[in-house]
């Protein structure tokens, strides 16, 4: 009698069919996850060459936190008011930012959970008039 691969002393055989499909059930599995790692990014860093700059640069990013009630803070100094749109101090200082340092500088943006996103859209239209190229954003405070 044909069937299921039993014999008559009722031993099964090895049927290849499942564990083949297992197998590739797993590598689409790993192959999917594997894609989806988040790489971490880099700051920029030049180090001294054999030419005789001793010294070493390192790009700091600039801090810029949003308070819940709407306070920016440029590295932990408040900058302009409350009410203010423009926020033309935080401008004027993130142009002079550009200035000495060029447009790649780091600036992280911290807004806290409750903060107004009009206020977090102020503080990008102040780096936008700065002509900043490099804006992030960090992860929100509580």
């Not at 069937?3 to 999917?32: K, S, Y």
Request: hydrophobic share 35%.
């Amino acid at each position: 009698m044909s069937g299921g691969g039993g014999g008559e002393e009722g031993e099964f055989g090895l049927q290849i069919a499942p564990l083949l499909d297992v197998l590739f059930v797993l590598l689409l599995f790993f192959m999917i996850s594997a894609g989806s790692q988040k790489r971490e990014g880099e700051l920029g860093i030049r180090l001294p060459s054999n030419g005789g700059s001793a010294g070493v640069t390192v790009e700091t990013p600039i801090r810029i936190d949003i308070t819940p009630d709407g306070v920016v803070k440029y590295n932990d100094s408040p900058v302009d008011s409350r009410s203010s749109k423009d926020m033309p101090d935080l401008t004027s200082k993130l142009k002079n930012i550009v200035e000495k340092f060029g447009d790649k500088q780091p600036v992280i943006i911290t807004p806290s959970k409750q903060t107004r996103q009009e206020r977090v859209i102020d503080v990008l239209n102040s780096c936008g008039a700065a002509k900043l190229k490099s804006v992030a954003f960090g992860a929100p405070q509580n």
